[in-house]
């Protein structure tokens, strides 16, 4: 599921505006609570502030993610074998040129999700079986 909070809250409201008796009597944070597929709905879905990185990055964090699962050497410079040169230029550059990458990279990897910064994509990490 690639729904925010935001998109099941927008949804919601978009139903009690057509639901004129429904606009009048209900409160939209009371109706999220108070029924069962809305609330359901709203609790799964995604954060809305989620970290935003490029391309690049995200397939740079799922390769570690996938490979070695230890966000502490992400990164040593050492272990970037696996990326050409190039493309380990534009990680590093990424790294010092995106005001908090560390702390949207780390976000990102915690949560397994992000936003991919030139498509507006959101990219979710599969679960290990």
Do not use: C
């Not at 606009?23 to 939209?28: G, K, V």
């Not at 709203?42 to 966000?71: S, T």
Request: hydrophobic residues 40%.
């Amino acid at each position: 599921m690639t729904e925010t909070k935001r998109d099941v809250f927008d949804e919601v409201r978009r139903v009690a505006l057509q639901d004129e008796t429904l606009l009048r009597t209900a409160n939209i944070h009371v109706l999220l609570k108070q029924d069962e597929e809305w609330h359901s709905r709203y609790d799964a879905a995604l954060p809305d502030d989620l970290p935003v990185i490029p391309e690049l990055i995200g397939k740079y964090l799922k390769m570690w993610k996938h490979d070695h699962g230890d966000l502490f050497q992400v990164f040593d410079e050492g272990t970037s074998a696996s990326l050409d040169g190039t493309k380990w230029e534009s990680v590093q550059d990424w790294f010092s040129d995106a005001k908090d990458s560390f702390d949207t990279f780390a976000r990102a990897w915690v949560l397994g999700v992000w936003r991919v910064e030139e498509t507006g994509e959101i990219v979710k990490l599969e679960e290990e079986k």
